[in-house]
Antibody, heavy 121, light 106 residues
Framework: EVQLVESGGGLVQPGRSLRLSCATSGFTFENFAMNWVRQAPGKGLEWVSG????????GYADSVKGRFTISRDNAKSSLYLQMNSLRAEDTAFYFC??????????????WGQGTLVTVTS | IQMTQSPSSLSASIGDRVTITCRASQGISNYLVWFQHKPGKAPKSLIYAASSLQSGVPSKFSGSGSGTYFTLTISSLQPEDFATYYC?????????FGQGTKLDIK
């Protein structure tokens, strides 16, 4: 069974940093691209960042470019999102999602349950 | 690439058939996925590659389109179908979403 479990969310002050993790199981992690998607309170889904199977292609939403860094550890079957210079508008549930194959051109077919990040002073 | 969904909200009755549209600001071939999202749950993929049914999803959901214009049709609405629906393009990064269509019971 494919499983994705996010962790690392919490309450943080503006300007500080937080690192999200996504532990996966039930599939060969190194064969799949991965994504982070978020949903702010009362808002729609927003794609945040994506990474190809070997980290050769990485992309970011304009809203987080230069502040967030996505990475993966294929040996640990884990995905990460380093979030720096956090702002109130980064407050959201953050979901980890698996691309359906190794490349950038893949849709998210399995999702975690999400972790809540709240940025407030 | 901007994705524009319409309508933003939709009221329908049990048994109705509804159609949601999604337009891309530039051609994306068929690299489009439709999601169903319910509060407190993970989004669920319904249709990928514009018209392919995700495994396990009932055939009451169907998708069509290519290039810049896409549709999601849901037939014979049941109570469990009332949710928010999103389109997303994945032709290249960033993988942008439409703003969502909230489907509720009339």
């Amino acid at each position: 069974e494919v499983q994705l479990v996010e962790s690392g969310g919490g309450l943080v002050q503006p300007g500080r940093s937080l690192r999200l993790s996504c532990a996966t199981s039930g599939f060969t992690f190194e064969n799949f691209a991965m994504n982070w998607v978020r949903q702010a309170p009362g808002k729609g889904l927003e794609w945040v960042s994506g990474i190809s199977w070997n980290s050769g292609r990485i992309g970011y939403a304009d809203s987080v470019k230069g502040r967030f860094t996505i990475s993966r550890d294929n040996a640990k079957s884990s995905l990460y999102l380093q979030m720096n210079s956090l702002r109130a508008e980064d407050t959201a549930f953050y979901f980890c999602a698996r691309g359906n194959d190794y490349s950038v051109v893949s849709h998210s077919d399995y999702w975690g349950q999400g972790t809540l990040v709240t940025v407030t002073s | 690439i901007q994705m524009t969904q319409s309508p933003s909200s939709l009221s329908a009755s049990i048994g109705d058939r509804v159609t949601i549209t999604c337009r891309a600001s530039q051609g994306i071939s068929n690299y489009l996925v439709w999601f169903q999202h319910k509060p407190g749950k993970a989004p669920k993929s319904l249709i990928y590659a514009a018209s392919s049914l995700q495994s396990g999803v009932p055939s009451k959901f169907s998708g069509s389109g290519s290039g810049t214009y896409f549709t999601l049709t849901i037939s014979s609405l049941q109570p469990e179908d009332f949710a928010t629906y999103y389109c997303q393009q994945y032709s290249d990064y960033p993988h942008t979403f439409g703003q969502g269509t909230k489907l509720d019971i009339k």
